[in-house]
């Protein structure tokens, strides 16, 4: 695979999808969603490729060497005489065992709410040219190690999805769309303005031995290449530097979403069309864990060592926030959508562990909500299209009537609990294991437990309330599954059940990089001098 550009084909395949569409008719609304179909395939099967050629034991995170699949070239140059000198910005993509995971699952999700998506039948070129364009944004963050280049990818999911839901949403879609591109966009603003201080902060040495200012990931990861008199050095003894961390964090925190930066997110799940919520829910809110764990914590790592306890705080409000709220809901979408602030929560309890257990379970946790929330959200949308309600006490007895739908419902409602054999009891299971290890976060942790007792609670509630006791006789001719929907939940069932019996899967995936993380967070940094300079 050396040379060969995969991840440049996996990310802008769908871009060139979205150009075919371009040039189709309106009315040729079949020959639009084949496209479709037929780009967010490729890009699966070439994630595939990609995890067949993937070294396990390469670790990854700071070392380009180490990374796999690099496709790297000078993209912008532009000369100067300024105190800027030379500008020189990278188009720079690789990936490691935090990245791989996600890539896998951005693909899987996009191919399966493509699949979702056939029965849009409003305005089917644009949204589907929109949709197409999202998947490029969200696969790019995911595989690029430039920061400009990550910004650029960050900034071009917002239009997409904001058209997405602003037109094809439910009834108060120009609400929730407006309310996701704010939030999103003041996020954005803090990223931006901490990107620009980290250039001027640090440099990169080129091959001729220039020094010039960076925006390379890998760089700005390196103690050495600061300047002691960078706003954003590690050696600046002014307090620039937790200012910034906590403006970045705060900037991925309104995208995971964190509380109390969630109250978008409901609003976007319950307005927003079913594939859009699946995308939603399946891969746009991994993007802020995921920039945390690649951007945060390895360029601030010391920050991120003092404030470990308040990300684990944070967590743990999420969880039990998100369940209890989940628990009083009688809208079956906005309850998934709850739970999925609950469940993110798992995330940044592991991830505060600082531990290999505990971030190996928060990416793992990272793979699985994403796989089992898409099967929930699409779940919704399967008895929405057929009922046109969502209200949970407006069903009962379903199992009767769609007794093929109700399994699949099964699997996916066990595997949000953590029912063991399940790939959600695994990944909650490590977060807990490494957090409990940290003496400092064991009462969080304890606490954090709680939300397993809630979880099992809203959603046995709800499985009692929709599927069983008498069948309400309104819904006595609702059809069970056809052979989309087959499809749609057939492989996030596998996926579900093989990794709750054998993790390893994707555990191996990311075992050297989060090795290589935890050593370096624990030593990074740290012999700093400040003394002097």
Same mark, same amino acid.
């Given at each position: 695979?050396?040379?060969?550009p =995969?991840?440049?084909?996996?990310?802008?395949?769908?871009?060139?999808?979205?150009?075919?569409?371009l040039?189709?008719?309106?009315?040729?609304?079949?020959? =639009?969603?084949?496209v479709?179909?037929?780009?967010?395939?490729?890009? +699966?099967?070439?994630?595939? #490729?990609l995890? *067949?050629n993937?070294?396990y034991?390469?670790?990854?995170?700071?070392?380009?060497?180490?990374?796999?699949?690099?496709?790297?070239?000078r $993209?912008?140059?532009?000369?100067?005489?300024? @105190?800027?000198?030379?500008v020189?910005?990278d188009? @720079?993509?690789?990936v490691?065992?935090l990245?791989?995971?996600?890539? #896998?699952?951005?693909?899987?999700v996009?191919?399966?709410?493509a699949?979702?998506?056939?029965?849009?039948? &409003?305005?089917? &070129?644009?949204?589907?040219a929109?949709?197409?364009?999202?998947?490029?944004g969200?696969?790019?963050?995911f595989?690029?190690?430039?920061f400009?280049?990550?910004?650029?990818f960050w900034?071009?999911?917002?239009?997409?999805?904001?058209f997405?839901i602003?037109? $094809?949403?439910?009834?108060?879609?120009e609400y929730?769309a407006i309310k996701?591109? #704010?939030?999103t966009?003041?996020g954005?603003?803090?990223?931006?303005?901490?990107?620009?201080?980290?250039?001027?902060?640090?440099?990169?040495?080129?091959a001729?031995?220039?020094?010039?200012?960076?925006?390379?990931?890998?760089?700005?990861m390196?103690?050495?290449?600061?300047?002691?008199?960078?706003i954003?050095?590690?050696?600046?003894?002014?307090? $620039?530097r937790?200012?910034?961390?906590?403006?970045?964090?705060?900037?991925? *925190?309104?995208?995971i979403?964190?509380?109390?930066?969630?109250? $978008? +997110?409901?609003?976007?799940?319950v307005?927003?069309?079913?594939?859009?919520?699946?995308?939603?829910?399946?891969?746009?809110l991994?993007?802020?864990t995921?920039?945390?764990l690649?951007?945060?914590?390895?360029?601030?790592?010391?920050?991120?060592r003092?404030l470990?306890?308040?990300?684990?705080?944070?967590?743990?409000?999420?969880?039990?926030?998100g369940?209890?709220?989940?628990l009083?809901? &009688?809208?079956?979408? &906005?309850?998934?959508?709850?739970?999925s #602030?609950s469940?993110?929560g798992?995330v940044?309890?592991g991830?505060?562990?600082?531990?290999?257990?505990? =971030?190996?379970?928060?990416?793992f946790q990272?793979f699985?909500?994403?796989?089992?929330t898409?099967?929930l959200?699409?779940?919704?949308?399967?008895v929405?299209?057929? *009922?046109h309600?969502?209200?949970?006490?407006? @069903?009962?007895g379903?199992?009767?009537?769609?007794?093929v739908?109700?399994?699949?419902?099964?699997v *996916?409602?066990?595997?949000?609990?953590?029912?063991?054999?399940?790939?959600?009891f695994?990944?909650e299971a490590?977060v807990?294991?490494?957090?409990?290890?940290?003496?400092?976060?064991?009462?969080?942790t304890m606490?954090?437990?709680?939300?397993?007792?809630?979880?099992?609670?809203?959603?046995?509630?709800?499985?009692?309330?929709?599927? @069983?006791?008498?069948?309400n006789?309104k819904w006595?001719?609702?059809?069970?599954?056809?052979?989309?929907?087959?499809?749609?939940?057939?492989?996030?069932?596998?996926?579900? =059940?093989?990794?709750?019996?054998?993790?390893?899967?994707?555990?191996?995936?990311?075992n050297?990089s989060?090795?290589?993380?935890?050593?370096?967070m624990?030593?990074?940094?740290?012999?700093?001098?400040l003394t002097?300079?």
């Amino acid at each position: 695979m050396n040379g060969f550009p =995969i991840l440049s084909l996996i990310t802008f395949v769908p871009v060139i999808g979205m150009l075919v569409i371009l040039f189709l008719k309106k009315e040729q609304a079949t020959l =639009i969603k084949y496209v479709t179909l037929a780009a967010t395939g490729v890009q +699966l099967i070439l994630s595939l #490729i990609l995890l *067949a050629n993937f070294n396990y034991t390469a670790a990854g995170v700071f070392d380009q060497s180490s990374f796999q699949f690099i496709d790297k070239f000078r $993209w912008i140059e532009i000369p100067g005489v300024s @105190f800027l000198g030379t500008v020189k910005i990278d188009y @720079f993509m690789g990936v490691d065992g935090l990245s791989m995971p996600m890539v #896998i699952l951005t693909s899987l999700v996009s191919f399966i709410a493509a699949i979702s998506s056939w029965n849009i039948n &409003k305005s089917i &070129k644009g949204y589907f040219a929109l949709f197409l364009l999202l998947d490029t944004g969200m696969m790019g963050v995911f595989v690029t190690l430039d920061f400009f280049l990550f910004y650029i990818f960050w900034e071009l999911m917002l239009l997409p999805m904001y058209f997405l839901i602003g037109i $094809w949403g439910g009834p108060r879609k120009e609400y929730a769309a407006i309310k996701f591109f #704010i939030y999103t966009l003041f996020g954005s603003v803090f990223i931006l303005l901490v990107m620009i201080g980290l250039y001027f902060s640090a440099t990169e040495t080129l091959a001729d031995g220039t020094k010039v200012f960076t925006f390379n990931m890998l760089a700005l990861m390196d103690s050495s290449n600061y300047s002691p008199h960078g706003i954003l050095s590690p050696f600046n003894p002014d307090n $620039w530097r937790l200012v910034a961390y906590i403006a970045l964090f705060v900037g991925f *925190a309104i995208k995971i979403p964190m509380f109390p930066f969630h109250t $978008w +997110l409901p609003d976007a799940h319950v307005e927003a069309p079913t594939p859009i919520s699946v995308i939603l829910a399946g891969v746009l809110l991994k993007l802020g864990t995921y920039g945390i764990l690649r951007i945060s914590y390895p360029m601030f790592p010391d920050i991120t060592r003092d404030l470990m306890w308040y990300i684990a705080l944070f967590g743990m409000v999420n969880i039990i926030y998100g369940a209890l709220v989940a628990l009083a809901q &009688k809208d079956f979408k &906005k309850l998934i959508a709850y739970s999925s #602030i609950s469940h993110m929560g798992y995330v940044l309890l592991g991830m505060a562990s600082l531990s290999t257990t505990g =971030i190996n379970g928060a990416i793992f946790q990272m793979f699985n909500h994403g796989t089992i929330t898409a099967m929930l959200f699409l779940i919704v949308g399967v008895v929405y299209d057929r *009922a046109h309600t969502r209200g949970i006490n407006d @069903f009962g007895g379903l199992a009767t009537q769609m007794p093929v739908y109700t399994g699949f419902v099964t699997v *996916a409602f066990f595997a949000a609990i953590g029912l063991p054999s399940m790939s959600g009891f695994i990944s909650e299971a490590l977060v807990f294991v490494g957090a409990f290890g940290v003496s400092s976060l064991r009462i969080l942790t304890m606490i954090s437990t709680l939300g397993i007792l809630l979880g099992a609670g809203y959603m046995l509630w709800t499985l009692q309330r929709i599927f @069983f006791g008498k069948l309400n006789e309104k819904w006595s001719s609702l059809a069970d599954l056809d052979t989309r929907e087959y499809i749609m939940f057939i492989p996030l069932t596998i996926i579900i =059940i093989f990794l709750g019996i054998y993790p390893s899967g994707m555990l191996d995936i990311m075992n050297s990089s989060v090795n290589t993380l935890v050593e370096f967070m624990a030593n990074g940094f740290s012999n700093i001098q400040l003394t002097g300079l």
